[in-house]
């Protein structure tokens, strides 16, 4: 069995923990020169992919700017220990109140520390940005959110991701997915995973089905390879822009099962079967061990939809 995915010390919706080992083998089948990410969120995948060179983008500069400043040596493990120490402090002993007046804090005035903070103690674990880009997402309700063992979690994930940047060569750059798509070149290969159409509407993350065919032209347009993560179905409907957009024989579906929690309640975390589009023809991947959360991975004609072996169920919570 191989080992769990690394994590990084940023949360977000959609994020790709679950998927890692999938896109990690999609990527030891391309010899590529250099990774390209337009959506790249909590940098998961390329941390568990970790190609010698890359170019990490997202329209989330908050996101970026922590990134860079671990690059850069701004942020380091140390700085890190001591203000969630310091901050989960005031955070136990003031409650909800102290949680806000961070929030107003880094709406002011937007520090990496402070992002990290609210990430970590927000409702859900979830990014949400509200339409004048403040960040909006209610306390977690944790006050002993940041116990020792919590803080020294996250500070081996900034060490972790900072050892991985020391010694490879990846730039990060805030900007919108057009103009990182517009710098693809031959040798690369891209992994474009952009924000499910309709599902979260926020500053950053705003997807419309509008966004979504401009990306699959722009797509297929590349002078080089790509990955495509979305969503195929749930229990209440299917993913018609698959159809639409990828039926060609020239690119390739799989698919499988993960739960996508979004919601606060039980009835907004439906199973989500996920797919992964390729430019380029899978040999077929079958997990290892089948075991209770695992399932098989299947290359899939793409007219095809039946969902092999994945079953739905519901998180216990
Ligand atoms: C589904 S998330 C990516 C998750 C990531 N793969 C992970 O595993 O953490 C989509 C990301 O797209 C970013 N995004 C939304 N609209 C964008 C745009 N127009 N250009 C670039 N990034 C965008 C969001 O900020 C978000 O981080």
């Known amino acids: 069995m191989s080992a769990p ?29 250099r990774w390209v990410e ?13 190609p010698k060179r890359a170019l990490l983008c997202d329209s989330n500069v908050h996101i970026i700017r922590l990134y860079q400043e671990i690059q850069q040596g701004k942020l380091t493990p140390a700085i890190v220990k001591a203000f969630l120490t310091d901050e989960g402090e005031k955070l136990r002993t003031t409650g909800e109140d102290y949680y806000y007046t961070v929030r107003e804090r880094f709406n002011s005035s937007p520090s990496s520390l402070d992002f990290l903070f609210l990430n970590r103690s927000c409702f859900n674990g979830v990014m949400r940005f509200n339409r004048y880009g403040k960040f909006n997402v209610p306390y977690g309700h944790k006050p002993e959110r940041f116990a020792q063992a919590y803080v020294t979690k996250i500070v081996n994930q900034v060490r972790r991701i900072g050892e991985v940047l020391a010694t490879h060569d990846w730039t990060f750059v805030a900007q919108d997915f057009r103009k990182t798509l517009a710098d693809a070149k031959a040798g690369d290969l891209i992994y474009a995973d952009p924000p499910y159409a309709g599902r ?37 409907r299917t993913n018609t822009l698959i ?74 919570r």
Request: aromatic residues 12%.
């Open 243 to 316: 159809e639409r957009n990828w039926s060609d024989s020239r690119f390739h579906l799989l698919t499988r099962e993960h739960f996508y929690h979004v919601g606060s309640t039980e009835d907004l975390r439906h199973p989500m079967i996920e797919a992964l589009i390729t430019s380029f023809p899978v040999a077929a991947v079958q997990r290892e061990s089948m075991e209770a959360e695992q399932f098989a991975f299947f290359e899939q004609p793409t007219r095809e939809y039946s969902v092999g072996r994945a079953t739905a169920r519901l998180p216990t």
């Open 200 to 236: 979260h509407v926020d500053y950053f993350n705003s997807w419309s089905e509008a966004d979504e065919m401009e990306l699959a032209s722009l797509l297929k347009a590349l002078p080089c390879e790509f990955i495509l993560s979305t969503w195929h179905s749930n229990e209440f």
């Open 38 to 50: 337009p959506f790249c969120g909590s940098c998961v995948v390329p941390l568990n992919v970790q």
């Open 5 to 33: 995915p690394l994590v990084p010390p940023l949360k977000c919706q959609g994020i790709k923990t679950k998927l890692v080992e999938e896109i990690r083998r999609l990527a030891q089948m391309q010899n590529f020169e």
